[in-house]
């Protein structure tokens, strides 16, 4: 059964390249390579096969293979566009025959049963409204004993948003789908995996979006216009302000996550 009826594509050219050039070629997240070693930190890829889901334009799958030394990256997004891009950076740097890259539609994630050792995410299961059906699908495609490292943007709690969240959705203007840490774990726990952890991120997070606000408004300016226009880089100045008020309350908490399948899963 799918856990989405339909899909529409969310991050056009314009979008991608605006989020590149604030966070880096390939990435539509923050933190970069430095991020994606902080969540795997202590994990040994290598000789594995990895799942990097919600893989956007393909920064972070690339990054796993060249650094990491797994037996084989896999990509997967439900946004056509996204693959094309990653698929085109795949060929330019060389890596197109270590990393694959695959599209499908929203519903059950399109790989058999215990084909990874890890799935990895970065800052992409928000866009999924139904958790138990996304960690179960993960679970179901880690091999017993395999691990699960991701990172995501979640909410401080599960009521009703605040007005200053409401007013940072409405301003995104994206498939948001944001639950508690608490949530979180509990859906991964009733999915059968074991020893779930979540580490709040929101203060590392919050100083990095003034930070990147303050450069989005300064030095980032003239060339984020150039590439995209001023309509949107002006949009994305009051996305951007709109997301530190909910930083700031800590309402807004990224959050790392891991969890490993049980030996017998």
């Known amino acids: 059964m799918s856990a989405v009826a339909e899909h529409e594509a969310e991050y056009d050219d314009d979008s991608v390249r605006f ?35 919600g893989c956007g334009s393909g920064g972070v799958a690339l990054h796993l293979a060249r650094t990491f030394s797994p037996a084989a990256v896999t990509g997967y997004d439900v946004e056509m566009p996204l693959i094309e891009k990653a698929r085109r950076r795949a060929e330019r740097a060389g890596q197109a025959d270590r990393v694959d890259f695959v599209h499908a539609a929203p519903g059950d994630v399109p790989f058999a049963d215990a084909s990874f050792d890890l799935v990895f995410s970065k800052d992409a299961m928000l866009h999924v409204p139904d958790k138990d059906w996304l960690f179960g699908e993960i ?42 840490p608490q949530f ?25 979006a003034r930070g990147e606000l303050e450069r989005l408004r300064g030095e980032l300016y003239e060339k984020a216009v150039a590439s995209v226009g001023a309509a949107l880089v002006d949009r994305n100045i009051a996305t951007w302000r709109a997301m530190q008020k909910v930083l700031d309350s800590g309402e807004h908490c990224p959050t790392h996550l891991s969890a490993h399948k049980p030996e017998a899963g």
Not at 41 to 53: E, H, I, Q, R, S
Not at 184 to 193: D, E, I, K, L, T
Request: glycine share 10%; no cysteine.
């Open 184 to 208: 979180y774990a509990s859906a991964m726990q009733r999915a059968g995996f074991e020893a779930v952890r979540t580490v709040n991120r929101n203060p590392w997070y919050r100083e990095v």
């Open 139 to 180: 679970f179901r495609v880690l091999k017993p004993g395999g691990l699960f490292l991701a990172s995501d943007w979640l909410m401080s709690h599960d009521g009703p948003p605040s007005a200053d969240m409401v007013a940072y959705l409405d301003a995104e203007g994206l498939s948001f789908n944001m639950r508690s």
């Open 19 to 53: 989020l590149e050039i604030m966070w880096g070629e390939g990435y539509l997240s923050p933190g970069g390579p430095d991020e994606v070693a902080r969540i795997l930190a202590g994990t040994d890829l290598a000789g594995k096969a990895v799942l990097d889901f």
